[in-house]
């Protein structure tokens, strides 16, 4: 039997640009299970962050989920809120998108925690960077000095206590013990002199230290889901190794359930259970490690294997794959397989959208591609030149290098492989 902790089931988001409708996530669908650690791998712009923050309910105009539902299970959740929100719960499974921000709310942090690509967005400039880990640490000791109740947690919140949690927290530090346990945190992340570093402010720190202490922070809460966007890439690598390792630790020490988003598959390789590979906002292959490493159908993700980048060493990299992450606006997408335009295997047959074919191997090994289901075929092959032509508007979607733009040329960040910036809001 499985244990799904999380269940995303036709998600979809959408920007409304100057430039038309970017799908950035199409009809997406994720089974999570509870203490597993699942991936999400793929090219710059491929919508792995758009996903994540689809989850959290984190999209900000001119983005808008336009489809689908993010359920998390948590039975005394569920019970919490089935009164007043009777359809957004099924069973023990609520929709995160159906009820108001402010009862999704109250699982930040405690439930759900997000590490962001952009660290900078998790903290406050004018707070010093101890004090918003113990507001964080006290967060998760008011949750369950209240006996596992959510309920409590979303309503029971009196006068007093509101008005006592604004004096306090004018205060330096929220409690004494809370203090301590971020500069605990800090101390884990591998911050040096964590307990002077609890009192400077988040610009004092660097883009790794930030890194390292947004991890701090959500792990403060000892979250029961951990969406991790890109943990570990402004880090240097030996500090990567470090910070997979925690999180490794952690993890089997709580039995948190991590989505681990990367375009390392040498991250995945070393954490995940499970895979998604991701392209032009859908899933196109999903399965266990070993049905995407050693049994993999899609050429993409083929292409995306061609050289696994090691975290050891230097040099290691993504072998590019020949063409240009497609720009996901509507009006340029058409109805076709994505990746057809850079599918060494294209076939008339993938002019069609293909949907998910189960694939050999794992019940949970599936591809959008029709080579889960036909041989390749070269009598049925497109010339070579198919795309050049009509399929392709204007040549928009082969953004010179001049063209790109920013995002700064930072090689860990952005592989070769990934041509067009994605954006981070
Ligand atoms: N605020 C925004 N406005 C318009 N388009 C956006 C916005 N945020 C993201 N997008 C678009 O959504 C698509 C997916 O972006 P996303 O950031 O999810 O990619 P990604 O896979 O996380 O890439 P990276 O590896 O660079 O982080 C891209 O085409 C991107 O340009
Ligand atoms: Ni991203």
């Known amino acids: 039997m499985t ?6 089931t036709d998600l979809s988001t959408r920007y409304f640009t100057q430039e038309g409708q970017v799908n950035a996530v199409s009809s997406l669908d994720l089974r999570i299970e509870r203490g597993e650690v699942f991936g ?34 948590n039975a005394e959740f569920a019970e919490a809120v089935v009164d007043d ?33 952009d660290p900078e967005s998790s903290f406050n400039p004018t707070i010093t960077v101890g004090e918003q880990l113990a507001e964080a640490v006290e967060v998760q000791r008011r949750a369950s000095a209240r006996p596992r109740s959510t309920r409590a947690r979303t309503d029971d919140y009196s006068l007093g206590e509101y008005l006592l949690s604004t004096v306090l927290s004018s205060r330096r530090y929220v409690s004494e013990e809370s203090r301590e346990r971020a500069i605990e945190l800090l101390e884990l992340v591998g911050i040096p002199d964590p307990v002077e570093r ?58 948190m359930t991590i989505l681990l988003i990367t375009h390392n598959l040498g991250v995945i390789a070393r954490m995940c259970d499970r ?91 599936a591809a959008r591609c029709v080579l889960a289901e036909t041989e390749y075929d070269d009598a049925r092959a497109l010339p070579d030149d198919y795309f050049d032509g009509t399929d392709r508007p204007a040549g928009d979607k082969h953004v010179g290098p001049d063209e790109r733009d920013e995002e700064p040329d930072d090689d860990r960040r952005h592989p070769p492989a990934e041509t067009t910036g994605g954006e981070h809001q």
Do not use: W
């Open 275 to 365: 895979v998604g590979v991701m392209y032009a906002g859908e899933i196109v292959e999903r399965g266990t490690l070993e049905d995407i490493f050693d049994d993999q159908v899609h050429p993409y993700t083929e292409g995306l294997l061609g050289s696994v980048p090691d975290l050891d060493g230097a040099g290691g990299r993504l072998q590019p794959i020949p063409g240009n992450v497609p720009s996901l606006l509507d009006h340029e997408m058409g109805d076709r397989c994505h990746f057809a335009d850079r599918c060494p295997k294209a076939m008339e047959d993938c002019l069609e959208h293909p949907p998910e074919y189960p694939a050999d191997g794992s019940d949970h090994h």
């Open 40 to 73: 999400i791998v793929g090219e710059s712009g491929s919508g792995k962050s758009v996903t994540a923050r689809s989850i959290m309910n984190l999209i900000e105009s001119p983005g808008e989920i336009t489809g689908g539902s993010v359920e998390y299970r």
């Open 198 to 255: 609890a009192d400077e402010y988040p610009h004092e720190y660097s883009g790794g230290m930030l890194q390292r202490a947004m991890i701090a922070q959500a792990l403060a809460g000892e979250p029961d889901v951990l969406v991790a966007d890109e943990p570990t890439t402004a880090l240097d690598v030996t500090i990567q190794a470090q910070i997979l390792d925690l999180l490794d630790e952690l993890q089997e020490e709580t039995g």
């Open 3 to 8: 244990d799904e902790i999380l269940r995303v």
């Open 85 to 117: 929100y009777p359809d957004a719960v099924d069973g023990e499974f609520v929709d995160l998108l159906e009820v108001p921000s402010r009862v999704r709310q109250s699982l930040r942090g405690t439930s759900f925690s997000m590490i962001f690509q």
